[in-house]
């Protein structure tokens, strides 16, 4: 009765911006905390250096990686849920094995688990919940992508032909760059003002890695890469390779739109195309302190909300104010904000329409500069944050993602 009190205080709508700081700041015994997060690189699709990787392959070396850094025992894990869109069965099969292969037993169950776009983030909520319910100490969420390998029309599902009667069935159908060519249009985000947003991210994300501030969160992995001749070439892989330099707003409004001769979504102000991993190691507090494992924040609230199919990039909009008002802030409360890059278009609709500084979204770039391997994408996100907000002394942050077929999600995160 005693947590249920805690948590009411922490969700409380009623509690001032500042109370709900000091409660969300506060530390107990079943706390859902975070005591490791890593990311693999991303790399381009169809030409990066994980093109010939499948997404086992990414998913279990870094489960490995995660496991050796840690020095968690395996045996202790509850579950491992790995979120995943494009494999057939969202990698149910490939990926149970990628667990045992990096070490974990059979004992431990395993979860597929895709919600798109957000699959990373509702993997980590979904062993987040089932450590606060009572049902596991110790879980990872993690997610993975091979675009490389899966991406392309035989990754959607067919639609009855009834389902063209219903609007918004229908709906679901529509590409995802039309969707940004509806935002920009519905919400007059202008093709400058999307080039600018996009040359930020690419500036943002080479920055940081010049300064060398993704090493911490990335594990490198071996990788075998073939070449044109199919000649095969070992490589260790560390670092983001889809960053450009250079890019200017002037730059990138020499490209031609990509789905609408008259529109404003193109190659460079969208997400990239890529592959990658992500995975993130919850325990309850009480167990992390008692097998001694750094806690280096507590993931708080996790919300998904629901949005037009045709506009599904404004998801982040509406999930953001949601989780929000769940854990009593504001968006000022936020220090950091780590919000997808799917298209520009969105993204600004997003910060603009949750009033939020944009001078505290993706300081080190986003999917725009680095990529947005689908499955990945939520992990990663928390692995970026979480380095950030430390890095910077700094508390609270909050990711979000737009989810095709017209979603929005959201988490709050306090980093110790």
């Given at each position: 009765?005693?947590?249920?009190?805690?948590?009411?205080?922490?969700?409380?709508?009623?509690?001032?911006?500042?109370?709900?700081?000091?409660?969300?700041?506060?530390?107990?015994?079943?706390?859902?905390?975070?005591?490791?997060?890593?990311r693999?690189a991303?790399?381009?699709?169809?030409?990066?250096a994980?093109?010939?990787?499948?997404?086992?392959e990414?998913i279990?070396?870094?489960?490995?990686?995660?496991?050796?850094?840690?020095?968690?025992?395996?045996?202790?894990?509850?579950?491992?849920?790995?979120?995943?869109?494009?494999?057939?069965?969202?990698?149910?099969?490939?990926?149970?094995?990628?667990?045992?292969?990096?070490?974990?037993?059979?004992?431990?169950?395993?979860?597929?688990?895709?919600?798109?776009?957000?699959?990373?983030?509702m993997?980590?909520?979904?062993v987040?919940?089932?450590?606060r319910?009572?049902?596991?100490?110790?879980?990872?969420?993690?997610?993975?992508?091979?675009?490389?390998?899966?991406?392309?029309?035989?990754?959607?599902?067919?639609?009855?032909?009834?389902?063209?009667?219903?609007?918004?069935?229908?709906?679901?159908?529509?590409?995802?760059?039309?969707?940004?060519?509806?935002?920009?249009?519905?919400?007059?985000?202008?093709?400058?003002?999307?080039d600018?947003?996009?040359?930020?991210?690419?500036?943002?994300?080479?920055?940081?890695?010049?300064?060398?501030?993704?090493?911490?969160?990335?594990?490198?992995?071996?990788?075998?890469?073939?070449?044109?001749?199919?000649?095969?070439?070992?490589?260790?892989?560390?670092?983001?390779?889809?960053?450009?330099?250079g890019?200017?707003?002037?730059?990138?409004?020499?490209?031609?739109?990509?789905?609408?001769?008259?529109?404003?979504?193109?190659?460079?102000n969208?997400?990239?195309?890529?592959?990658?991993?992500?995975?993130?190691?919850?325990m309850?507090?009480?167990?992390?302190?008692?097998?001694?494992?750094?806690?280096?924040?507590?993931?708080?609230?996790?919300?998904?909300?629901?949005?037009?199919?045709?506009?599904?990039?404004?998801?982040?909009?509406?999930?953001?104010?949601?989780?929000?008002?769940?854990?009593?802030?504001?968006?000022?409360?936020?220090?950091?904000?780590?919000?997808?890059?799917?298209?520009?278009?969105?993204?600004?609709?997003?910060?603009?329409?949750?009033?939020?500084?944009?001078?505290?979204?993706?300081?080190?770039?986003?999917?725009?500069?680095?990529?947005?391997?689908?499955?990945a994408?939520?992990?990663?996100?928390?692995s970026?944050?979480?380095?950030?907000?430390?890095?910077?002394?700094k508390?609270?942050?909050?990711?979000?993602?737009?989810?095709?077929?017209?979603?929005?999600?959201?988490?709050?995160?306090?980093?110790?």
């Amino acid at each position: 009765m005693e947590r249920l009190s805690q948590l009411s205080n922490q969700i409380s709508p009623n509690a001032t911006s500042s109370a709900a700081i000091d409660q969300l700041s506060q530390k107990h015994p079943d706390d859902v905390v975070i005591t490791a997060a890593y990311r693999t690189a991303h790399t381009k699709g169809g030409k990066g250096a994980f093109k010939d990787t499948t997404s086992a392959e990414l998913i279990a070396e870094l489960l490995k990686g995660l496991l050796e850094r840690s020095k968690i025992d395996a045996s202790l894990i509850g579950d491992v849920v790995v979120g995943n869109v494009l494999n057939p069965g969202s990698g149910a099969t490939e990926h149970r094995a990628a667990a045992l292969y990096a070490g974990i037993p059979h004992s431990v169950p395993f979860v597929a688990l895709n919600r798109q776009c957000s699959s990373g983030l509702m993997a980590v909520n979904d062993v987040a919940l089932k450590i606060r319910g009572g049902q596991i100490d110790i879980g990872i969420g993690a997610g993975v992508e091979s675009m490389s390998n899966n991406y392309g029309p035989n990754s959607v599902g067919t639609f009855p032909e009834s389902f063209k009667k219903v609007a918004d069935a229908a709906k679901c159908q529509i590409p995802m760059g039309i969707t940004s060519e509806n935002v920009a249009t519905k919400y007059h985000i202008t093709r400058e003002a999307q080039d600018e947003f996009a040359a930020n991210s690419y500036r943002k994300a080479a920055e940081a890695q010049d300064k060398g501030l993704f090493k911490e969160e990335i594990i490198p992995i071996k990788a075998t890469v073939i070449d044109a001749n199919d000649n095969a070439k070992e490589v260790i892989v560390d670092k983001d390779d889809g960053i450009r330099r250079g890019v200017t707003k002037e730059s990138l409004g020499k490209i031609k739109p990509a789905f609408s001769k008259t529109g404003s979504t193109h190659a460079g102000n969208a997400s990239q195309i890529s592959d990658g991993a992500g995975a993130v190691l919850l325990m309850r507090r009480s167990v992390a302190e008692k097998l001694g494992q750094p806690i280096l924040g507590k993931f708080v609230h996790a919300r998904t909300v629901g949005v037009p199919p045709e506009i599904m990039g404004v998801g982040p909009a509406y999930a953001i104010p949601a989780v929000l008002k769940d854990v009593g802030l504001t968006v000022d409360d936020v220090d950091i904000y780590e919000i997808n890059e799917a298209f520009a278009s969105q993204a600004l609709f997003s910060i603009h329409e949750a009033k939020i500084d944009i001078n505290k979204v993706n300081p080190k770039g986003g999917a725009i500069a680095f990529g947005h391997p689908l499955g990945a994408t939520g992990a990663r996100q928390i692995s970026t944050l979480l380095t950030e907000l430390r890095r910077t002394g700094k508390k609270i942050g909050v990711t979000s993602m737009c989810i095709g077929t017209g979603m929005g999600a959201a988490s709050v995160i306090v980093a110790e």
